[in-house]
């Protein structure tokens, strides 16, 4: 039973800095690629960052230089850093993991990440 397990939300003041943590069950992690996604309310869900299995990494225009995107292969993990964090980062921010060659394609619940004064 595959599952995805995200952590590391909460409330932070602009500027400042969260890591969010992905926890992955039931599949062989190393031969996924793993995303994070986030939508805010009244928004479509969109691509935050990547990371493919060989560990190339992929951002969206918005939170390059500030977001860092990582995998522990040994910790079945993503982790995703995010600095300089701006009240237009609020959103709810989703785990994926994919396989095309399979047809595989699993989100986690969400955690909800607010930035705000």
């Known amino acids: 039973q595959v599952q995805l397990v995200e952590s590391g939300g909460g409330l932070v003041q602009p500027g400042g800095s969260l890591r969010l943590s992905c926890a992955a069950s039931g599949f062989t992690f190393r031969f996924y690629a793993m995303g994070w996604y986030r939508q805010a309310p009244g928004k479509q869900r969109e691509l935050v960052a990547a990371?493919?299995?060989?560990?190339?990494?992929n951002y969206a225009n918005s939170v390059k230089g500030r977001f860092t995107i990582s995998r522990d292969n040994a910790e079945n993990t993503v982790y995703l850093q995010m600095d300089s964090l701006r009240p237009e980062d609020t959103a709810v921010y989703y785990c994926?993991?994919?396989?095309?060659?399979?047809?595989?394609?699993?989100w986690g619940q969400g955690t909800q990440v607010t930035v705000s004064s």
């Open positions: 994926n993991a994919a396989r095309i060659r399979v047809g595989d394609n699993c």
């Open positions: 990371v493919a299995s060989t560990g190339t990494t």
